[in-house]
């Protein structure tokens, strides 16, 4: 490795994700330099692409094992982001499986008061080693996405309390509500939304573009949305008319 590799490495230890654009400022190069820079660092295994950075190798080999193409869009990291901002101190969350809910995973403070429930086995893998308190819920494995569900799954969410989940879907209707693809999900869904003081709901704005197998909720159950500005206004007034605050990620 060059010294700017190396760097590159420390800065991930540091922050467990960096970003293409601040890295080419940081060392004045060109974009295209940095990302040769880090297409060698994963040919190492040091490092994991994604849309327009990477991460810690460690941090999403389950999230590689199960979508060997997945990315993180810029508006996917932005809603991360801005979700993850509203966690403060003390605060006891939960964490859904979905691919927006672990990009609010990967950017909650590190405040060693906060404590994080979750079934995704990518969520726990990526507070590994964080000085968050990390309740990973036991359950049958999915087959087809690394997280843990079943009825010994929602017995014990029964006995639990949280101030805020964290919630996606697999598809969503701005007037019918949420949706995912597997009915067992689903009952998994609402029992985490029963033990939330506030639901907050990480969607892209293109979920609102399809449904899914089964409906799980109503946008009524839902206290926030974050989502991208490409949400259409008809969508947005849906939702809104519902009683859903409605707050937009700014990925630029």
Do not use: W
């Amino acid at each position: 490795m060059n010294i700017r590799q190396t760097t590159i490495i420390e800065l991930l230890g540091e922050n467990q994700r960096i970003d293409v654009r601040n890295l080419a400022e940081r060392f004045s190069v060109s974009e295209m330099t940095i990302r040769r820079d880090l297409t060698d660092l994963e040919k190492q295994g040091l490092l994991v692409r994604t849309h327009g950075g990477a991460v810690s190798a460690g941090k999403l080999r389950f999230m590689q094992s199960a979508i060997p193409h997945y990315s993180v869009s810029p508006e996917k990291e932005a809603i991360g982001k801005l979700a993850a901002s509203m966690v403060s101190s003390g605060q006891t969350i939960m964490i859904d499986t979905g691919t927006s809910a672990l990009e609010v995973a990967l950017n909650l403070p590190n405040d060693a008061s906060i404590t994080v429930a979750t079934t995704s086995l990518c969520v726990a893998q990526a507070l590994y080693g964080s000085p968050l308190n990390v309740l990973l819920l036991g359950g049958f494995l999915r087959k087809d996405f690394p997280s843990l569900y079943g009825p010994l799954t929602e017995s014990l969410l029964e006995s639990f309390h949280v101030d805020t989940l964290f919630m996606g879907c697999d598809g969503a209707n701005s007037v019918e509500g949420l949706y995912t693809v597997d009915l067992h999900v689903a009952t998994f869904e609402k029992a985490m939304m029963r033990i939330a003081d506030k639901v907050i709901l990480v969607a892209e704005s293109k979920k609102f573009a399809k449904k899914a197998f089964v409906k799980f909720a109503s946008l009524k159950e839902v206290h926030l949305l974050v989502t991208d500005s490409n949400i259409s206004a008809e969508d947005r007034m849906n939702i809104e008319e519902q009683g859903v605050n409605v707050l937009i990620a700014d990925d630029k």
